[in-house]
């Protein structure tokens, strides 16, 4: 079922042209399938921006109100009331802190796993491929043990090493994919010219790593700012992130509900932006990042 | 590149990953032989933890519901992002328009979407899901209080959240399918479903593979998810085993840490099972370097 124009104008140079009727209701079908299922994708994004809207007494209604003078009340009131500005800048220096240690420490090793093939290295990618999909408790667990007996506990400093360390793994193969696609003429030219290794790396082999480190980094961040469990058990209540503050809300009464709505919306419209201005790097990330064993 | 700069260039990420990642590793194996509690030294119990948790009513629910949930939950996964990928590789300039609103479920995150699917059914806060439900069917569903809706609701949500991550990896293993073989298919005459099932599927095997392992490692781990969507996860028997571990091994104060531990150990294995394919192909790559 091809219905891209080009391959079905290759296939009409040969074969008699299906009649043309046929294929635009095919068109139609499959859009409207389409359509129906992004809204059904975004339908509980759409839902908690109506009830966040809403003014407060008639947000959380049954049966629900579908017209209503929309407010921003709950939003002013989740910045007044609550400590969300705190809670937002934990999650932010969490994030920036975690993605930039994690490709500082992840780049020379990806570049080394990639130009030294060999058993070292080939226990190197099998360890960080089992580390990666290790169940999270059994690693935060014991982190959150070590926190308390080291006086860290509850800090964004135990959550940032928390993460560079959980996330290392992954940044590693993502990389290492991405440096393999660059020859190795390169590096011997280089040094050919005169560069030792650091040199290499850091001259000419991370500038032709651009669109490679910046989906790493977009993906180190990205997990980072949705991380929930290592964020609960790490933190209290100075250190808490976003989505430990909002999953805390849940089990609360209405305006406090709504307000955790509203937390959710202020978390979520920055990554919806992302997700259309930086697709092609977690398109990229997302098939890069494949073990392709 | 000569050993020394290797070990060199490796050594930040392996030192961070050994005392951040290995370390807290050997702590949970020790742990799952102890009774031990946070900031105290265990006493030895031998293999008492895992009698206990393979002998426990709770953690076999806790697995079924797992395992159940990570079947139904999968083979929706390849199902729907087979058929949406190729819906998707078919457009032309609204593409990236397309992908942009398919990502937004994958970027938000899992604890947050449960709770809009949760505001979406609860009936309590005027869910619009469960309204237009109730008023088709004549009655309330407790989507929260009875076992089989609140499964239904979890499995729901996780599928939401990860068809993002099926539907594209299967994208680009569509893209690497050769044109010939699909206009030789066409040629022939065959049927769209044939040419699906005889010549596209076959051909992007490996990838529908690779995106069965990762999702069943994922959900073999929900938890953030059942955070939002199963407050009484536990009396409804919808309790995956993380977050059995985590209420054995932390909500109440860590009383049962070494069984939680243990129950990690046994998924650590399980999962090291699972991955046997893909540690095969590394170490034969390895071997013909």
């Known amino acids: ?293 | 590149m000569r050993r020394r700069e290797f070990f060199g260039f490796v050594a930040p990420s392996v030192l961070v990953m050994a005392g951040l990642l290995v370390l807290p590793l050997y702590q949970t194996i020790a742990w799952s032989l102890q009774r031990v509690n946070y900031g105290e030294t265990g006493t030895f119990v031998g293999l008492d933890n895992y009698t206990h948790a393979l002998t426990d009513p709770r953690f076999g629910q806790a697995v079924l519901f797992t395992v159940e949930l990570t079947l139904v939950v999968v083979a929706t996964l390849i199902v729907l992002g087979y058929l949406l990928a190729t819906l998707v590789n078919g457009l032309g300039r609204s593409r990236p328009f397309v992908l942009g609103i398919l990502l937004v479920s994958y970027v938000i995150p899992q604890v947050v979407g449960g709770a809009m699917f949760s505001w979406l059914f609860n009936s309590n806060f005027g869910g619009v899901l469960n309204f237009l439900l109730s008023t088709l069917l004549g009655q309330d569903i407790l989507w929260f209080a009875s076992t089989w809706p609140n499964r239904i609701m979890v499995a729901l949500n996780t599928v939401w959240s990860m068809l993002p991550f099926a539907m594209l990896v299967i994208l680009a293993g569509l893209q690497s399918v050769p044109e010939e073989v699909v206009e030789a298919a066409q040629i022939d005459g065959a049927p769209t479903w044939r040419l699906h099932w005889n010549v596209i599927i076959p051909t992007v095997r490996g990838t529908l593979g690779f995106v069965a392992i990762i999702s069943i490692m994922d959900v073999l781990r929900a938890f953030d998810q059942l955070i939002a969507l199963s407050p009484q996860a536990v009396q409804l028997g919808n309790e995956s085993v993380m977050l059995y571990v985590f209420n054995v091994a932390f909500q109440d104060g860590g009383q049962q840490l070494g069984l939680g531990s243990a129950v990690n150990v046994l998924l650590i294995a399980l999962i090291c099972l699972m991955l046997y394919p893909f540690i095969r192909g590394i170490a034969r790559e390895a071997r013909h370097a």
């Not at chain 1, 294929?23 to 139609?28: E, H, K």
């Not at chain 1, 040199?199 to 910046?214: C, E, K, N």
Request: charged share 10%; hydrophobic share 55%.
């Open chain 1, 1 to 293: 079922m091809t219905t891209t124009t080009e391959r079905t104008r290759a296939v009409a140079d040969v074969v008699p042209a299906p009649p043309r009727k046929r294929w635009s209701a095919r068109r139609y079908l499959v859009g409207g399938i389409l359509v129906l299922t992004c809204w059904a994708m975004l339908s509980p994004v759409i839902w908690t921006a109506m009830s966040v809207t809403k003014p407060t007494d008639v947000a959380f209604l049954n049966p629900p109100v579908f017209f209503y003078q929309p407010s921003l009340q709950s939003f002013v009131d989740l910045w007044q009331t609550t400590q969300f500005y705190q809670y937002l800048i934990n999650t932010l220096v969490v994030a920036v802190i975690s993605t930039v240690v994690a490709l500082l420490i992840g780049l020379p090793a990806a570049y080394a796993l990639a130009r030294m093939p060999g058993w070292i290295s080939a226990v190197l990618l099998i360890a960080a491929l089992i580390f990666r999909a290790l169940p999270r408790f059994a690693v935060v667990l014991p982190m959150y043990d070590l926190s308390r007996a080291l006086g860290i506990y509850d800090t964004t400093f135990a959550v940032a090493a928390a993460l560079v360390a959980i996330n290392q793994p992954f940044s590693i193969w993502l990389l290492r994919n991405f440096f393999a696609e660059i020859p190795k003429e390169v590096d011997e030219a280089a040094m050919m010219d005169g560069c030792n290794r650091v040199q290499t790396l850091v001259r000419v082999i991370i500038p032709l790593m651009g669109p490679g480190i910046l989906t790493a980094g977009i993906f180190m961040f990205l997990f980072a700012f949705q991380e929930y469990l290592t964020a609960t058990i790490l933190t209290d209540i100075n250190a808490r992130t976003v989505p430990v503050f909002i999953a805390t809300q849940l089990g609360q009464t209405l305006p406090m509900l709504q307000q955790a709505g509203a937390a959710a919306m202020l978390l979520t419209l920055p990554v919806i932006a992302f997700a259309f201005i930086a697709q092609r790097y977690l398109v990229a990330g997302l098939n890069a990042g494949s073990v392709k064993g």
